[in-house]
């Protein structure tokens, strides 16, 4: 008998819980002020958060699913893109939003029941929420191909969770994707639960980022809580991508802290020790620990942060709920290119009840 | 007896029928420890046990699939889709396999099973969670479409599906999932399947609902009662096979015919009943049928909602011109 394949998932991580580093960190780490970037925007994602889930719980805004210690997940991803590049989100990468330009106040309107909230004024070409777990993967396979097809150094990053490798489409988009090199990073955010479903009754496989191999692409795994291992990690698939070397599925290890929405009540199923072990390895609190260790980051900073983070949010939240919903027939006015007479009639009749 | 919600009575249906027959198994996501996003399944786990309430992975075609192979195999799977949003991954399976297995195999292999789901508008839930796609199902030969519009009904109807021996696609208005309450008893008693039922009686015009719009198009009907006008309500309740035979004879008396649903206008099932009118009730109408529907148009987010939904005034509106033809 021979070997006919071997495969091994290395697993990635500069900053242990309490903030120490465990090997030299990345070039990119280099320039303090990259660090400390991307400590203030998991700052800003996670007073965002707070607030969001605020407006929800008194009635202010629809259902919101946080991204309470996941923050370094989409931003580490997102700071290692270019703005050139195409993000597709799932539905808990507010922070990678945020960071690619995506206004709080659109995020705001969007889970406030708003379309006008997927319509960017930033990043126009990046993708809406997706709602449909996973079946955002087969669309960051069809940008990338897009930029293959052009002849462009670009490259798609799209984010889902643990419960989306369950899918076919996830499998299906890092097939084609494959078969064609195509410049799109997938990445899982394995927060350990879908809902209610562990990760261990998700898939028997040992790793997520292992399901890339079956696809024929390498997969990757990094510690999710580590916002410089993201972003370094995702950074090389991004630059391997963009330099024609196809794509990479990076599993990101974290976890989801709180409910997984506004809608859900995590008590019925987990463990409340679980959780608060799990509190001790949260990405902000390590990179602060690592900030102050290293005489980068005081007190005044911290609490100045604090503040400007709770005025930016507060003014994102005030012109959002100054928004002023669209008229009711807006319903009609991006349904087709062109709106076919059939529909005019229905507007028109719309029109006709709603008139005061 | 107590009065109980239309989601208690769906679970009060599947304890039911488990309880009375091993074969019928419970699978979707989130259904065991969590009871299902909507309690639907709250506490079959632990009367029932794993092996008969499962968790799945995140899998919508897996567990339409899994279902097709275990109901060939002597089981009832009774499968559960969060939302209505999340099932077009199982239309393959519904269409090429749970609805023709029987057919294919000239009866010898067959497909019992429930696939439930909540579905349609008016709760402020978030994207992709607000649609009426019933119309889809309707389409599909092989399987029934049955949707329960009050707590008795949702027994009554899903116990039906269950001891059906073919695929039911049950959709489950999320609506009126928590209000009303009716007195349900748990007695085993199933509803007829390809049934309508008449739950308003009148003689003046016929309106023909289901699922939430129900609702709307009794009140719509009390509205008129004061009026004098008086509206005979039919709760379609299948809507494939539908049963044509009581909105004609409805009909037939009424001489008028409006319809209500809330799904989009074109292609949906108020189309086959008009037609239904067309074809056998035409000497009868004194007024041409009308339709009251949601709009051609992709479900608005909720800030828009309400204006999507057919409302009691957009009902009235309607049949006060069904009812001002000579
Ligand atoms: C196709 C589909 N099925 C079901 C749902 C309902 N749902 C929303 S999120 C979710 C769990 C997703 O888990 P995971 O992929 O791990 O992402 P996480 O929510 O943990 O970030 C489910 C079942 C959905 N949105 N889409
Ligand atoms: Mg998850």
Known sequence: ?356 | MSEITLVEAVCMALARAMAEDETVLVLGEDVGIDGGVFRATDGLISRFGADRVMDTPLSESLFAGLAVGLGAQGFRPVVEYQFMGFIYPAIDQIVNHAGRLRNRTRGRLTCPMVIRAPYGGGIHAPEHHSESMEALFAHVPGIRVVIPSSPARAYGLLLAAIRDPDPVVFLEPKRIYRAPKEEVADDGAAMPLDQCFTVREGRDVTLVAWGAMIVETLVAAETLAAEGVEAEVIDVATLKPLDMATILSSVERTGRCAIVHEAPQSGGVGAEIAAGLADRGLVNLLAPVQRVTGYDTVMPLPRLETYYMPTEERILRTVRRVLAYA
């Open chain 1, 1 to 356: 008998m021979t070997q006919a394949a071997s495969f091994t998932i290395e697993h990635t991580r500069f900053l242990d819980p309490q903030g120490r580093p465990t090997q030299a960190l990345p070039d990119f780490a280099e320039d303090p002020m990259a660090v400390i970037d991307l400590y203030k925007a998991m700052v800003l994602t996670r007073t965002f958060d707070a607030k969001a889930v605020s407006l929800q719980r008194t009635g202010r805004m629809g259902t919101y699913a946080s991204s309470l210690g996941q923050e370094a997940v989409p931003i580490g991803a997102a700071a290692a893109m270019r703005a050139e590049d195409v993000f597709l989100p799932s539905f808990r990468e507010q922070g990678g939003q945020i960071l690619r330009g995506v206004r709080m106040a659109e995020i705001l309107l969007y889970w406030g029941g708003d379309e006008r909230g997927s319509d960017f004024t930033g990043p126009r070409e990046d993708f809406p929420i997706c709602v449909p777990v996973g079946t955002h993967a087969p669309h960051a396979a069809g940008v990338a191909r897009a930029f293959q097809l052009r002849g462009q150094a670009r490259v798609a990053v799209c984010v889902f969770g643990d419960g989306a490798t369950s899918r076919g489409d996830v499998y299906e988009a890092m097939n084609f994707a494959g078969v064609h090199r195509l410049p799109v990073v997938f990445v899982a955010n394995n927060n350990q639960w879908a809902i209610s479903v562990p990760r261990t009754r998700q898939t028997a496989a040992e790793t997520l980022a292992q399901k890339a191999i079956a696809a024929g692409i390498p997969g990757t795994q990094v510690d999710g809580n580590d916002v410089i291992a993201v972003r370094q990690v995702v950074g090389s698939a991004i630059e391997q991508a963009r330099a024609g070397e196809g794509p990479t599925l990076v599993e990101a290890l974290t976890y989801r802290l709180t409910d997984h929405t506004t809608a859900d009540d995590a008590s019925r199923y987990r463990d409340d020790a679980e959780v608060s072990a799990r509190w001790k390895e949260e990405p902000i609190a390590r990179l602060r620990l690592y900030l102050s260790d290293t005489g980068q980051w005081t007190k005044a900073e911290e609490e100045a942060l604090i503040g400007d983070c709770t005025a930016q949010v507060e003014g994102a939240v005030a012109e959002y709920l100054a928004t002023p919903a669209m008229p009711p027939t807006a319903m009609f006015d991006h349904l087709y290119a062109v709106l076919p007479a059939p529909l005019a009639e229905q507007r028109a009749e719309l029109e006709e009840v709603v008139k005061p």
